[in-house]
């Protein structure tokens, strides 16, 4: 049973609610790049879960929003040769 999602990479805080039912919630704030944001995961499956999401941040100097829907799922644990993404350290 995996029952994962992915979490905010960077210089980010994420906070998570405990779990009601199959549905947990969220709340992040990054100071590289600067933004907030909030939501929810529902966990479909132990290998599939929904999520919505808004972020919020600035582009250009002015305040925006953003709504996301993302759906995952657990394909493998072997990637065969995919390498991870290697973040660069600043």
């Known amino acids: ?4 999602v992915a979490t905010q990479q960077g210089d980010c805080k ?3 609610s405990p779990r009601t039912g199959n549905t947990m919630k969220f709340s992040f704030v990054c ?3 600067p933004s907030s944001g909030e ?4 966990f479909v499956s132990p290998e599939a ?3 919505k999401m808004t972020l919020n941040t600035t582009a250009s100097g002015k305040p ?3 709504n996301m829907d993302a759906t995952g799922k657990f394909v493998s644990a072997e990637c065969g040769n ?3 993404i290697t973040i660069p350290k600043k």
């Open 14 to 16: 994420q906070t998570t």
């Open 82 to 84: 995919i390498k991870p």
């Open 1 to 4: 049973m995996r029952n994962e």
């Open 39 to 42: 939501g929810q995961v529902v």
């Open 64 to 66: 925006e929003k953003m």
């Open 49 to 51: 879960y929904t999520m």
């Open 31 to 33: 100071t590289q790049p």
